[in-house]
Each structure stands twice: as structure tokens, then as C-alpha cells.
């Protein structure tokens, strides 16, 4: 089998088990199972797999139909500028998540040494690219889920960035400030609509850090209380949800509430100043 009839053979079996993006997952689980950039495998297009590839590739093929998501498939996954390790202690980075961090860095512009924290944490990939993108940023992470901290840990040292790592469940206790930004991406699905999501996610990721009900009422009430004077409150929501997340920060005494869209076109992040 050549490398390109393996990608058309993966595509078809990848699109059969339902991916949304068949192309796309089989050159990534190729080039990883051949050592290839997807560039490569364009380029190597006739040259025959080995039969170690062949078996890795098939191997990759099986975990993917049964809707594991190629992130954790691959141990990896890009965000902004950092390469993160990705396995099911923590949320998967994802596109519209880098928004969150843009609309931090736009805040945190002209501001030599901010105190930032970023509730909820997961893989740190929010933390670690304020970090990378900002180095005079202060960066503190929470996490409930040892688990999650542990990975964030791991991502601190791959990349080489400092940030502290604290365990704390934003439902019992806020960490003390003053802060100059505060972040989230909270568990935002209603655990009502778990079922309606897809396999990859609802089967796969952590449900702890996507399902649940308080997590950011409890961030905006916590961050209004520990915001240095014109603070920043930046928190990724559900879609749908902005319209509402957005009164209740007004609701809370926070000023300039602003939206923002993903790149998608949907309401994703709300941002308030105090």
C-alpha cells in the first residue's frame, strides 16, 4: 500500500465511522505513524508503507473509529504558538479558546508585570500561552483535578515557561488577590444536554470539565471580589450563553462588558472590567 492510497483507505473508514473531518484525521494519523509532516506525505505520495507503518497506521485507524479523539490519539496538540501534550486528564485545546487568549493579551497590553489568573486550567494552555505571548505576566493556574494539575506541570516543563500551580475548586474557595486579569474557561454544558454531544467529546473528555452548573457565576462573583481596581474578567462560554453571561456581569458591578466571536462567527468570549 502507498502512502497515498493509505490516506484515500483512512479517509473512507474515517468517514464511514462518522469524523467530521476525515481527510484531515488520516494524514495526521499517517504522519504519525510514518514519521511524516502532512507536507511529507504529499510529497511521498507513491513511496510504499513498510509494514510497521502499515500496522501503526492501522492501529491509529481503529482508535479514531471508535471516536477517541486524534489529540489524545497523538499525545499532542497545537495551540497559538506551543505544542501541548493532550490526554484525557484535561480538556483538549481548541480554536476558539486562542480567542480567550486574544482578547487577554489586548488587556494586558502596556502592563509590564500583571498579575494574571486562569481558573480551571486543564492541559495550562490558556496559563502557558499568556506566559509565552506575554513574558512579564505573573501567571497563576487552578485546577480542581489533581489530575489536570499534573498535566499543566507536564506542559510547563515541555515548554520551558514558568507559571505557579495551585489546586482549588472556584465552588468552595477564590483565590486571594489582587489580580489584574482573571480568565476561564469554566465548565459551562448543562448536564441536561451531555447527551446531545459528540462521541468524541461526550465519551472521551473529562466530564468534570465540561459539565456543570455555578462554575461561572462563581468565577464572575470571585474575580469581582479579588480584581485589582480596573481588572479584567475574560471567560469563554457555551454557545448561546453570552447574551446572558454578559448581563450577569453587569448585574455584578463589572463596566465595558464586551463580546466576542469565535472563529466561527459564534458569541464565545465575555469580558467586563472592574
Partial sequence: ????????????????????????DAELLLGH?????????????????????TAAFASLL?????HEPVAYILGEWGFRRLTLRTDARALI?????????????DLLD???????????????????????????????????????LVLARENAERTGLAITLERSDVLDAFPAGPWDLVVSNPPYVDPDDLLDLMPDVRDWEPHVALVGRGATEAVIDGAARTLAPGGALVLEVGEGQAERVARQLERAGYTDVRVTADLAGRDRVVEGTR
Fill in 62 to 66: 481503529a482508535r479514531r473509529e471508535r
Fill in 93 to 105: 485545546p481548541r480554536p476558539e479558546t486562542e480567542i480567550v487568549v486574544e482578547r487577554c493579551l
Fill in 33 to 53: 505513524a510514518a514519521g511524516l509532516t502532512r507536507a511529507d506525505l504529499y510529497g511521498d505520495f507513491a513511496r510504499p508503507l513498510a509494514a510497521g507503518e
Fill in 110 to 148: 502596556g502592563r509590564d508585570a500583571p498579575a494574571v489568573l486562569d481558573v480551571g486550567t486543564g492541559s495550562g494552555a490558556i496559563a502557558l500561552a499568556i506566559a509565552d505571548e506575554h513574558p512579564g505576566a505573573r501567571v497563576t493556574a487552578t485546577d480542581a483535578s489533581t489530575d489536570a
Fill in 1 to 24: 500500500m502507498t502512502v497515498g492510497e493509505a490516506l484515500r483507505h483512512g479517509a473512507d473508514r474515517l468517514e464511514a465511522a462518522g469524523s467530521e473531518t476525515p481527510r484531515l
